[in-house]
């Protein structure tokens, strides 16, 4: 049985696409040049934020949040960047007894954006809340701690195969693989992709639907 579910938040719950716009702003890039790189970084396995080594060699991300926020261009996100399906989604799950977490790898400042959009969630946490960053198996300690259920009852929702489903699956979850954004796009493909989920998705809005047939036996 299903009785929780847990979102990844960037790429699953969120569409980056803008914030990652304002990097390339950042760095004095054209948009679309900065978007070809970082989707080459990760179809070549590497970590994405090898993409700002690119332009700028020896860049220090959290430095640089720094001095955007003090510029006045802090990280932001807000409704119109959540995807259309997750409200209807999350308000669907619980309606139908299910338990919703949302746990991602995000700084304090974005926990606090996503407190404050009010969604129909039991929980929301960070990796900088819990000291664990995916894909760090303590990571997926922390939401297991955090959740009413054991951990064959928990569904972990992401898009990466690297940061959200493997060590999701090491860790004793279920996973279902969500395909957009960049890395669920890339790695569609990978055998992993249909080997080790418990379910693939391309909207949230399957899941519920997903979910119950899953807990009556129709797998």
Not at 75 to 81: A, M, R
Not at 209 to 214: D, L, S, T, W
């Amino acid at each position: 049985m299903i009785r929780a579910v847990v979102f990844d938040v960037g790429e699953c719950l969120v569409d980056e696409t803008r914030e990652y716009g304002t990097w390339a702003d950042w760095l004095g890039v054209p948009r679309h040049t900065f978007a070809a790189m970082f989707g080459a970084v990760i179809a070549q396995g590497r970590d994405y934020r090898e993409t700002f080594q690119e332009f700028r060699p020896g860049f220090d991300l959290t430095e640089e949040r720094e001095k955007r926020a003090a510029a006045g261009k802090p990280e932001w996100f807000g409704e119109d960047d959540l995807y259309s399906d997750v409200r209807p989604t999350l308000a669907a799950l619980r309606e139908a007894g299910l338990w919703v977490g949302i746990a991602g790898n995000q700084t304090v400042r974005a926990g606090g954006l996503l407190r404050g959009l009010d969604l129909p969630s039991d929980l929301i946490a960070t990796s900088d809340d819990w000291g664990a960053s995916k894909p760090d198996v303590k990571f997926f300690e922390h939401v297991i701690e955090a959740t009413p259920a054991e951990p064959g009852e928990i569904l972990y929702v992401g898009d990466r195969l690297d940061n959200d489903i493997r060590p999701a699956v090491q860790a004793g979850l279920l996973t279902a693989l969500i395909r957009r954004g960049p890395w669920g796009t890339i790695q569609q493909r990978d055998p992993d992709a249909d080997s080790i989920t418990t379910m693939r998705i391309d909207s949230l809005a399957e899941l519920p639907e997903k979910i119950a047939k899953f807990n009556a036996g129709e797998r």
